[in-house]
Antibody, heavy 116, light 108 residues
Framework: QVQLVESGGGAVKPGRSLRLSCAASGFTFNTSAMHWVRQAPGRGLEWMALIWFDGSNKYYPESVQGRFSISRDNSRNTLYLHINSLRAEDTAVYYC?????????WGQGTQVTVSS | EIVLTQSPGTLSLSPGERVTLSCRASHSVSSTHLAWYQQQFGQSPRLLLYGASNRATGTPDRFSGSGSGTDFTLTISRLEPEDFAVYYCQHYGRPPFPFGQGTRLEIK
C-alpha cells in the first residue's frame, strides 16, 4: 500500500536551517508530483511547495519564496524540503502528500518547533 | 488568488443527525478541482471527496458533495461517532492550492 514517512523535524533555533525528508513506497514515485503542506498548532492546512514528477518545475506560495526549497531524489524514492532562516511562525507539523485527483496519500507528519 | 471560506466554524451535533457544511470561494472555481478532507485529532488529513462530488476510495456513502461556481457543500446524511472531526475544503487546480479554514464537528 502507499506509504509516506516524513522525518527530519525537531527543535531548532531561529535563523537555522532544516531539511525534511519524505520516504515514499507502494507507488511509482517517479511518475507522481508531490507536495509539502504544513499545519501550525491549532491552525488549518497550508500548502508549502509542489514539485513535478521529474523535478523540472517547482512552485511555492509567495509567503515562503526564497526560504523554502523542494527537491526530490527519484532513485531513492525520497522527497525533501529545505527550510532556511527558520522563524517562530514556521513552527508546525509538516506533511508530504501525493498529487492527484484530490490528494489521496499523506504522511503522518514531522513536527518542526522553532524557538530560542 | 482564490480564498475559500468555510462555515460555520464549529457545529455541535448529535450522532444520527444530518449536517451540511459550506465552502465558499472568493472567485468562481472549477468544481473539477474541489476536494474535501477529514482530519481526526492528531492525525493526517484524509481525502473524502474530489471533483466536488466524487467519493474517494473508502469514503462511506453517507458523505456527499455538491456545488459549482463559488458555493460548495459537504453533507453527512447521518452522523456516526467517528465523523466528529475537522473538515477542510480545498481547491487543487493550481498553485497556491488554497484550503478553507476548516469546520469542526463536535459532539453535543
Amino acid at each position: 500500500q502507499v506509504q509516506l514517512v516524513e522525518s527530519g523535524g525537531g527543535a531548532v533555533k531561529p535563523g537555522r536551517s532544516l531539511r525534511l525528508s519524505c520516504a515514499a513506497s507502494g507507488f511509482t514515485f517517479n511518475t507522481s508530483a508531490m507536495h509539502w503542506v504544513r499545519q501550525a498548532p491549532g491552525r488549518g492546512l497550508e500548502w508549502m511547495a509542489l514539485i513535478w514528477f521529474d523535478g523540472s518545475n517547482k512552485y511555492y506560495p509567495e509567503s515562503v519564496q526564497g526560504r523554502f526549497s523542494i527537491s526530490r531524489d527519484n532513485s531513492r524514492n525520497t522527497l525533501y524540503l529545505h527550510i532556511n532562516s527558520l522563524r517562530a511562525e514556521d513552527t508546525a507539523v509538516y506533511y508530504c502528500a501525493r498529487d492527484g485527483d484530490g490528494w489521496t496519500s499523506w504522511g503522518q507528519g514531522t513536527q518542526v518547533t522553532v524557538s530560542s | 488568488e482564490i480564498v475559500l471560506t468555510q462555515s460555520p466554524g464549529t457545529l455541535s451535533l448529535s450522532p444520527g443527525e444530518r449536517v451540511t457544511l459550506s465552502c465558499r470561494a472568493s472567485h468562481s472555481v472549477s468544481s473539477t478541482h474541489l476536494a474535501w478532507y477529514q482530519q481526526q485529532f492528531g492525525q493526517s488529513p484524509r481525502l473524502l471527496l474530489y471533483g466536488a462530488s466524487n467519493r474517494a476510495t473508502g469514503t462511506p456513502d453517507r458523505f456527499s458533495g455538491s456545488g459549482s461556481g463559488t458555493d460548495f457543500t459537504l453533507t453527512i446524511s447521518r452522523l456516526e461517532p467517528e465523523d466528529f472531526a475537522v473538515y477542510y475544503c480545498q481547491h487543487y487546480g493550481r498553485p497556491p492550492f488554497p484550503f478553507g479554514q476548516g469546520t469542526r464537528l463536535e459532539i453535543k
